[in-house]
Nanobody
Framework: QVQLVESGGGLAQAGDSLRLSCATS????????MGWFRQAPGKEREFVAA????????YYGDSVKGRFTISRDNAKNTVYLQMNSLKPEDTAVYYC????????????????????WGQGTQVTVSS
């Protein structure tokens, strides 16, 4: 079992920055691939970013590429999502997720391939 707790969401204006955190417990953090997803009302859950187990490889959804950065601190069992140049269309509930296994440099981008999910944190961006 892996427990995931997101924090750092809130209200922002277009152009602002926010940093989300996801603290994990229950399993050796370096053994899991970490990802961020988001879901806006009436829309499907969307891939945002993923980090390999060793943090060396990252991958981003097209809508956030160049603006968002995923990072992980394996010593603190925490993954972060730095969100810069926020836009109103970034408004959504953001979820962190963990996928067990894979090689050290494996990336996971599909919703169904993640094993554990946090409860989500709301991010609202006004224009």
């Amino acid at each position: 079992q892996v427990q995931l707790v997101e924090s750092g969401g809130g209200l922002a204006q277009a152009g602002d920055s926010l940093r989300l955190s996801c603290a994990t417990s229950g399993r050796t953090f370096s053994s899991v691939v970490m990802g961020w997803f988001r879901q806006a009302p009436g829309k499907e859950r969307e891939f945002v970013a993923a980090s390999s187990r060793n943090g060396v490889k990252t991958y981003y959804g097209d809508s956030v590429k160049g603006r968002f950065t995923i990072s992980r601190d394996n010593a603190k069992n925490t993954v972060y999502l730095q969100m810069n140049s926020l836009k109103p269309e970034d408004t959504a509930v953001y979820y962190c997720a963990a996928a067990i296994g894979g090689r050290l440099d494996t990336l996971v981008v599909l919703v169904d391939e993640y094993d554990y999910w946090g409860q989500g944190t709301q991010v609202t961006v006004s224009s």
